[in-house]
């Protein structure tokens, strides 16, 4: 199995800018995590899915951030606009059935705004 | 809650040096416990993991021993190299539909 892919593993951007990060889970994992790793807090979990719906999101930092799911194969997380604070390394993870102990993760975007 | 609190890093370490990463976690329940590692560039992956009170998780030469009575689950190698330079994460997870919680990692570095 190829593993969770997430892409791109680097962007630069702009203060304001939109940023859209994606992830492709595991075939036949039922869910879907995203995460957020800094120096100062670590690693966050923003928001996760269970098939496809968005189980809690209380995570998200603010209404900038957002989160789909459209279908079992394929997410998204998306902020706009970006501000240079959302800097961090995002990461999604995958796993199957309702034991979330065993996560696979992918290998991470690093989002860096300017 | 649930939580979990792990030493600050970051810990240098010379080759062959013993290692113990320590972490302890709230008492609620009967959490599962893990250790997950993250190498330079990479994810995190699991390392090893322990059920219930007084199991063992072991990998790579990697142990931790599950103990109820000290609330703890400190991650030992009797000695270390330089490839397991990375950093490494304690966690809980909770029975049912809940997500693991995670420490904030502890930064390990061997050098040679």
């Known amino acids: 199995d190829a593993g969770v892919i997430q892409s791109p593993r680097h962007e630069v951007t702009e203060m304001g800018q939109e940023v859209t990060l994606r992830c492709k889970p595991i075939?036949?994992?039922?869910?879907l995590f995203w995460y957020r790793q800094t120096m100062m807090r670590g690693l966050e979990l923003l928001i996760y899915f269970n098939n496809n719906v968005p189980i809690d999101d209380s995570g998200m930092p603010e209404d900038r951030f957002s989160a789909k799911m459209p279908n079992a194969s394929f997410s998204t997380l998306k902020i706009q606009p970006s501000e240079p604070r959302d800097s961090a390394v995002y990461f999604c993870?995958?796993?199957?059935?309702?034991?979330?102990?065993?996560?696979?993760f992918g290998s991470g975007t690093q989002l860096s705004v300017l | 809650g649930n939580s979990v609190t792990q030493m600050e890093g970051p810990v240098t370490l010379s080759e062959e040096a013993f290692l113990t990463i320590n972490c302890t976690y709230t008492?609620?329940?009967?959490?599962?416990l893990f250790w997950y590692v993250q190498y330079p560039g990479e994810g995190l992956q699991l390392l090893l993991k322990a059920t219930k009170a007084d199991d063992k998780g072991s990998n790579k030469g990697f142990e931790a021993t599950y103990r109820k009575e000290t609330t703890s689950f400190h991650l030992e190698k009797g000695s270390v190299q330089v490839s397991d330079s990375a950093v490494y994460f304690c966690?809980?997870?909770?029975?049912?539909?809940?997500?693991?919680?995670f420490g904030k990692g502890t930064r390990l570095s061997v050098i040679a």
């Open positions: 993870a995958s796993t199957k059935g309702r034991t979330n102990e065993k996560l696979f």
């Open positions: 966690a809980r997870w909770n029975s049912g539909n809940t997500p693991l919680v």
């Open positions: 075939s036949g994992h039922d869910y």
């Open positions: 008492a609620t329940g009967y959490p599962s």
